[in-house]
């Protein structure tokens, strides 16, 4: 699970903080942790950019990921999303979210994605879920014949033996994410509309031990559906994280 190793580490990078609004409501159904309605308020917001990419933070609080509550999206091409001269970006238009070919459950050896998704979207609940390492994953999931994530218990998938054989039909829910203003990468930009980011979502999680191996079977079941939205500036200069 690379995007969960990721979280942690990026705890200490320097990333900036920017002055910002948003919140997300909806259900979690995540074992031994938080089954019900719930509801993420953050006041802290911080991007990390790097190359054509930028890494975003939205969290309740400002202390290290491994005691927070959160989302960590990542852009993988600002280029694709921007407009420019030669094209008019994605700005406005509703983007997939797919839950990234990296993440896998334990002992499922990790393959090359020659196209991955846009945007990768994890949930992390270490405030929440103060005993687990609990990290859910955006994409396209299972869910219950009235297209709601079932929050009773519900036995594992059951995963194909081969690519030929024929797994059972299920109902499905797909992520995605609008952004209507996305920072463009450039620390320095003078420009505060260029820093700035402003996105609503639609996203459903899923659990990366309830995915089949190699893509064999059905999407993972429904572990959480959350809709909201996020605006912030991106401001240079100001750690993300205070450091010991």
């Known amino acids: 699970m690379a995007l969960v190793t990721a979280l942690a ?6 990333c900036s903080v920017g002055e910002g609004v948003g919140g997300a409501e909806g259900t979690l159904n995540v074992p031994d942790c938080w089954s019900g309605n719930f509801t993420l308020e953050p006041d802290f917001f911080a991007g990390v950019p790097f190359r054509n990419s930028v890494e975003l933070r939205i969290q309740e609080g400002g202390d290290y990921t491994t005691y927070s509550d959160g989302l960590d999206i990542l852009v993988r091409n600002l280029d694709a ?9 994605l700005l406005g238009r509703p983007l997939p979210v797919r839950i990234p070919s990296n993440v896998t459950p334990p002992d499922v050896p990790l393959e090359a994605d020659p196209s991955p998704a846009l945007i990768d979207i994890a949930l992390y609940l270490q405030r929440t879920c103060k005993t687990q390492n609990v990290a859910l994953y955006a994409g396209t999931v299972a869910v219950g014949s009235d297209g709601a994530c079932e929050l009773t218990p519900a036995p594992p998938p059951i995963c194909r033996a081969t690519a030929t054989s024929t ?7 797909e992520s995605q994410i609008t952004f209507q203003h996305l920072f463009n990468g450039i620390p320095e930009e003078p420009d505060a ?3 700035l980011t402003e996105a609503t979502f ?4 899923a659990e990366p031990r309830e995915i089949c191996p190699g893509g064999l079977g059905p999407p993972p079941r429904c572990r959480g559906h959350l809709k909201g939205s996020f ?6 200069g100001r750690p993300a994280q205070r450091f010991p």
Not at 231 to 236: A, D, K, N, Q, S
Request: charged share 20%; no cysteine; net charge positive.
């Open 9 to 14: 580490a990026g705890s200490g990078v320097a």
């Open 81 to 89: 999303i921007l407009p420019s001269a030669s094209s008019p970006g």
């Open 167 to 173: 797994a059972p039909p299920v109902r499905t829910a």
């Open 193 to 195: 509309t260029k820093r």
């Open 202 to 205: 639609d996203l459903y999680f």
């Open 231 to 236: 605006r912030f500036t991106f401001e240079r």
